[in-house]
């Protein structure tokens, strides 16, 4: 399995950091967050040596179709410094994007 590209790369020059955030879309969430860590450690070792970064950082931001979290999703959104209350955002988008496509697919005439 190799990384193509990240959804987003942050980098924090201040403290010498990169941060890979993926934000896939799945229903086994524990699996989910444990491939997309394994999945970019190549890439980050990489992106440590060419931006000469001290650090780089995996943030998968897992979330379930339905919009179920994962148990360590506040610990990736402090890594981001972001507060929770992006949480009730991000699954309300993503369950609302569910439902935009459940209902796509069920006004298809056959």
């Known amino acids: ?21 993926d934000i896939p879309h799945d229903d086994n969430l524990v699996n989910a967050e444990k491939e997309k860590v394994s999945k970019y450690l190549d890439l980050a070792h990489e992106i440590t040596a060419m931006w000469n970064v001290e650090s780089t950082v995996i943030v998968p931001i897992v979330v379930s179709f339905n919009g179920l979290l994962g148990k360590s999703f506040d610990q990736h959104l402090k890594k981001l ?5 992006i949480k009730g955002r991000i699954q309300k988008t993503v369950v609302f ?3 935009r496509i459940v209902r796509r697919f069920l006004t298809l005439e056959p």
Do not use: H, P
């Open 1 to 21: 399995m190799t990384a193509n590209r990240t959804d987003i790369v942050l980098v924090d020059r201040s403290v010498r950091r990169a941060i890979i955030v």
């Open 81 to 85: 410094s972001l507060g929770c209350w």
């Open 97 to 99: 994007e569910t439902a």
